[in-house]
């Protein structure tokens, strides 16, 4: 599956934005997605995840409470919404598959910036 993440951009703190990632295929349904995010000169870190259907989500601590991961399978798309942003948010989203929750991500898109001035 291809994927392409939009939606990034600039906010200030205590603002919102909804990430989107878009996949290419039928098979959408069947792949578990997952959001994660790098910062500079920082590691790539896992932000979210869902499962095929949609029903199980996890969440790093950083951001739970404050983002939530969801997906339209019909639209082959997936979402993070982002609410209550901090600077420490300020990051490059990657969105990414998986052949279910646990296994590798194999597939991933090309990355939208997002940052949070203070």
């Known amino acids: 599956v291809q994927l392409q993440a939009s939606g990034g951009g600039l906010v200030q703190a205590g603002g919102s934005l909804r990430l989107s990632c878009a996949a290419s295929?039928?098979?959408?349904?069947?792949?578990?997605m997952g959001w994660f995010r790098q910062a500079p000169g920082k590691e790539r870190e896992f932000v979210a995840s869902?499962?095929?259907?949609?029903?199980?989500?996890y969440y790093a601590d950083s951001v739970k409470g404050r983002f939530t991961i969801s997906r339209d399978n019909a639209k082959n798309t997936v979402y993070l919404q982002m609410n209550s942003l901090k600077p420490e948010d300020t990051a490059v989203y990657y969105c990414?598959?998986?052949?279910?929750?646990?296994?590798?991500?194999?597939?991933w898109g090309q990355g939208t910036q997002v940052t949070v001035s203070s």
């Open positions: 869902i499962s095929e259907s949609g029903y199980t989500t």
């Open positions: 990414a598959s998986a052949r279910a929750l646990g296994m590798t991500y194999d597939s």
């Open positions: 295929g039928r098979t959408f349904s069947r792949y578990a």
